[in-house]
């Protein structure tokens, strides 16, 4: 009991919960034989995962994760899901002998991971339970847009030129496309 | 380097240009040209031979040289002499592999021989060989056959010797098989390759033993000094009792005995007379046959003084030679045939000459070698007329076998009378050349071996016998019934039969002695009228016999075969020796040694090639898995791998 | 009292894994693309996660998180894009039957 006792904090509770869903609905949704299903519980796992952003007090970053991925992505992936005839029906077939090797991979990975992980033994930092106070819109703001040490004004600007450059490369390759299949 | 390079160069040049644009160039244009080259050739070869044996001097490298010592004897001339491979160092300073061109009496005698019998077959094969397939193909080995003749002849060392040997040996498997397509031919032309080149395996251990010791390739410092080098470095040496020179000596004339086709060598050049007959003519009777005989007199100071009982040996093997060809010859029916067992008898008289000579010129004791040379010559073209008269009949009626052929000099007059003249020449009546080389023969056999000596008058005997045999019938006895009439030769192939018949009536009158002798200094030789006066009885003897016989058709052929029933049968097989090479490559190489090897290397090399192909192959079938391309097998391995890793590096 | 750093740490990893097991696994290209957002998401995780327990005071974890984020929506535009694409050119997103670049 004192272990639950211990454990069970409004905090813990919460992110027990949100854990719950992430490793559920993110194992369902690289399982399931749907990719339409898989769409929908890959956008659980952003939400939850926003979620835990906002458990650790980083608003902005949790904002951001479910307007880029749970309102752009995920929507994005379903339109493309749609665009390709009946993959909403269609069953993908996987044999056992892929499911078994790729589980090896992934449990041999785990086990590794987290014997090193438990075998370093973090200490928890008792000043980050005091920082419970938001991070300052208007910090992010300046750390973005300024070009100081730890400032990010280049980083951000090489960003927007990134996507510029995946719109034009995306447009593209739809207009090339099209072309072709006119003739 | 100067105008005598031209010699081996044009030659050369024309075998390249005839070999490789002869097709475009057309037949005619092909013949011309061979022919105009090797005229060229001819002229030189002739104003060396003139400056050398008659000015005593020649313009070598824009100087004059004299071509004779202070004694008054023959000097050797080098006009160039370039190292080609050089495997000197401070043990052995001298030993390099060269090409050069040497002038000394009998390099220069042979020269002429090889250019004039060339040069008659050039122009006699433009009207034999007109609208054969493969013109051009024959006139370029002709000229390749004419350059690798004269390097082996003027060679320096050697080793450049052997080199052109064996281009000899290529040039007369080409000719030999000029009739691909036919399966005798191809035959022939492999038996003839591959018994010679057996026998050059042995010259090549003979010359890597001789110059191991010696140290160098060079002639003239292996007979230098009455070759005083072999004596100093090889005198005394033995191997398994046996003197290592004579062994050297033994081996070398084995392969001189390969080509000149001595017993037990002799079963490839009957064979080789598939060939086109003027080919016959140039290589298988008067040029390549006798490159053993130019050996033994080229290495003959070593022989002399250093393995006298070699000289025996060779002696005993001409002997024998003669007799046995002589035999053959008189059974045979081909006419070609004859004449090829006649050619290995001849040549083995060449080798009895050398075997018993002696060295000095004083009181005619080196009179074999002189008669050698001098047969060579005489034998090179009387025989190279034979040849050709052969093939003028041979294109007449189109067939070698005497039985389709009789009275045949109402239809080739001019055919007839050379073969006659190269007939007596044989038989050695005089005024004729061969007079006058086989009675010197004879007197040298009869002054050093009795025995030899009666061998080879009975021989001289019987050559005569079987020459006239063949004369009568194919130009008397009765007429057969011909395919159409023959007609005599076209005047391209009569003009160089009346040429060779002028050189047979002259070649006895030249003053050999003068010009070619063991010691080099020459010397007068007096004609020994005893024994000229018994070979011309018994020459005569063997003549009366086959007129006799052969004249009109008779009886006594038939008679005579009765009696000598079983020995016959013996002859016209050849004695069976190349029945025996069968058996013994056949049964026995082939049978018991090499079913052995070839199982070991069917079933070993093959299999252990197939076991590492066959492995190769596993592994790549199971690796080329590893390369599919397929992005999540790589990143299967790829976290695999940093898996690995990482437990390695953090808990091993 | 917080949430211990371990916990956050294993969660991410689990994701991470079941990300490379979807990798993997996954036949259609679609698939394989979410998988991938897996994979992102729990590195996502812990660059936050690490700004948020060692350097409360920076905002270096976070900015990485963020630019993430960024750069996995461009990724994913143009790798729509290309499986359009190439859905159009052959009738097929499987990647087993996709080998037209392999030779």
């Not at chain 2, 062994?247 to 000149?260: D, E, N, Q, Y």
């Not at chain 2, 003669?322 to 080798?351: G, N, P």
């Not at chain 3, 992102?40 to 976070?62: D, M, Q, S, T």
Request: charged share 10%.
């Amino acid at each position: 009991m004192e272990f639950l006792t211990a454990y069970l904090t409004a905090n813990n509770i919460i992110f027990f919960i949100l854990a719950a869903i992430i490793l559920v609905f993110g194992f369902l949704s690289v399982t399931t034989t749907k990719i339409l299903r898989a769409a929908t519980y890959l956008f659980f796992v952003l939400f939850a995962i926003a979620g835990l952003y906002l458990l650790l007090t980083y608003e902005f970053i949790a904002a951001v994760q479910l307007s880029v991925y749970a309102g752009g992505i995920v929507v994005l992936l379903v339109f493309a899901i749609l665009l390709v005839k009946n993959l909403g029906e269609e069953t993908e077939k996987v044999s056992c002998q892929k499911k078994l090797v790729s589980a090896i991979a992934a449990i041999s990975g785990v086990v590794i991971s987290l014997v090193t992980l438990f075998g370093f033994g973090f200490q928890n930092n008792e000043s980050a339970d005091e920082l419970t106070a938001n991070v300052n819109m208007e910090t992010i703001g300046h750390t973005l847009m300024g070009v100081e040490k730890y400032q990010y004004l280049l980083p951000f600007e090489a960003a927007s030129v990134f996507l510029l450059a995946c719109i034009i490369g995306s447009v593209v390759v739809a207009t090339n496309l099209k072309k072709e299949d006119k003739k | 380097m100067d105008y005598t390079v031209l010699l081996l160069a044009i030659p050369f040049l024309m075998f390249l240009l005839l070999g490789l644009v002869g097709q475009k160039l057309g037949p005619k244009m092909a013949g011309i040209l061979g022919t105009a080259g090797l005229s060229v050739v001819t002229v030189l070869a002739y104003y060396v031979a003139y400056s050398y044996f008659l000015n005593k001097g020649l313009t070598l490298n824009g100087v004059l040289e004299s071509a004779v010592n202070g004694d008054g004897s023959w000097k050797a001339l080098t006009s160039f002499n370039f190292t080609w491979l050089d495997l000197s160092n401070a043990n052995r300073p001298d030993l390099r592999i060269e090409i050069g061109m040497l002038f000394d009496p009998i390099s220069v005698m042979m020269l002429v021989v090889i250019t004039t019998v060339s040069l008659m077959v050039h122009i006699y094969s433009i009207g034999y060989m007109h609208g054969e397939e493969g013109f051009e193909r024959y006139y370029s080995i002709l000229s390749l056959f004419s350059f690798a003749m004269l390097g082996l002849v003027v060679a320096t060392n050697i080793f450049q010797m052997y080199i052109f040997w064996e281009l000899v040996g290529v040039s007369s498997f080409l000719l030999i098989g000029f009739y691909y397509k036919k399966p005798s031919a191809v035959k022939a032309a492999k038996k003839a390759f591959i018994v010679t080149r057996f026998a050059d395996m042995f010259f090549l251990v003979g010359i890597l033993i001789l110059s191991y010791y010696t140290k160098t390739f060079s002639f003239e410092q292996i007979n230098g000094d009455h070759a005083a080098l072999v004596h100093t470095t090889m005198g005394g040496l033995t191997f398994m009792g046996c003197s290592v020179t004579a062994i050297a000596l033994t081996l070398i004339f084995l392969g001189g005995a390969g080509k000149s086709a001595m017993f037990p060598f002799q079963i490839w050049l009957p064979d080789a007379m598939e060939g086109p007959t003027p080919s016959s003519a140039l290589i298988h009777a008067a040029t390549m046959v006798v490159a053993g005989v130019y050996l033994v007199a080229r290495l003959f100071p070593v022989y002399f003084f250093e393995a006298t009982s070699v000289l025996t040996f060779i002696a005993y093997v001409g002997a024998f030679t003669s007799l046995f060809a002589a035999l053959i010859a008189c059974t045979q029916t081909d006419i070609k045939r004859v004449l090829a067992f006649s050619t290995i008898s001849q040549i083995a008289y060449m080798m009895v000459a050398l075997g018993v000579s002696g060295y000095a010129s004083a009181h005619e004791a080196g009179l074999g070698f002189t008669a050698s040379m001098w047969h060579l010559f005489t034998h090179a073209m009387f025989k190279a007329l034979l040849f050709m008269c052969a093939g003028a009949i041979i294109h007449a009626v189109h067939s070698n076998e005497m039985d389709d052929m009789g009275n045949m000099r109402k239809y080739l007059p001019i055919t007839h009378w050379t073969f006659l003249i190269a007939c007596f020449a044989i038989a050695g009546i005089p005024p004729f050349s061969g007079f006058f080389s086989k009675d010197e023969i004879l007197t040298a056999a009869f002054e050093s071996n009795m025995i030899i000596y009666v061998c080879q008058a009975f021989v001289a005997g019987l050559t005569a016998f079987y020459m006239f045999r063949l004369y009568f019938r194919i130009f008397w006895y009765n007429e057969p019934t011909f395919h159409h009439t023959p007609h005599e030769a076209p005047k391209s192939m009569t003009i160089p039969l009346i040429v060779l018949a002028a050189f047979t009536c002259v070649g006895g009158f030249i003053p050999f002695s003068e010009f070619i002798t063991a010691e080099s200094i020459g010397y007068e030789i007096e004609m020994n009228t005893t024994i000229a006066t018994i070979s011309v009885v018994v020459a005569l003897i063997g003549i009366a016999i086959a007129t006799f016989m052969y004249k009109k058709q008779n009886e006594w052929p038939d008679k005579v075969t009765a009696i000598f029933k079983n020995f016959y049968v013996w002859a016209y097989h050849r004695f069976y020796i190349d029945e025996v090479y069968l058996f013994i490559t056949n049964k026995i190489i082939f049978g018991i040694i090499c079913t052995f090897i070839a199982w070991f290397d069917r079933h070993i090399i093959d299999g252990f090639m197939n076991l590492l192909a066959w492995t190769t192959n596993l592994v790549s079938d199971e690796t080329k898995e590893v390369q599919s391309g397929s992005v999540q097998q790589y990143a299967w391995v790829f976290i695999m791998g940093v898996v690995t890793i990482v437990a390695l590096a953090l808990y091993l | 009292m917080n949430v211990p750093v371990e916990f956050y740490l294993v969660l991410s990893t689990l994701l991470f894994f079941i990300g490379v097991y979807g990798f993997i696994v996954r036949k259609n290209l679609i698939g394989i693309l979410m998988s991938i957002e897996l994979i992102l998401n729990a590195v996502n995780i812990n660059f936050v996660v690490f700004n948020r327990f060692l350097f409360p005071e920076k905002l270096e974890g976070y900015m990485y998180g963020l630019f993430v984020i960024i750069v996995a929506a461009a990724e994913t535009a143009v790798a729509i894009a290309i499986i359009i694409n190439v859905y159009r050119n052959m009738k097929n997103i499987d990647v087993d039957s996709i080998k037209e670049l392999k030779n």
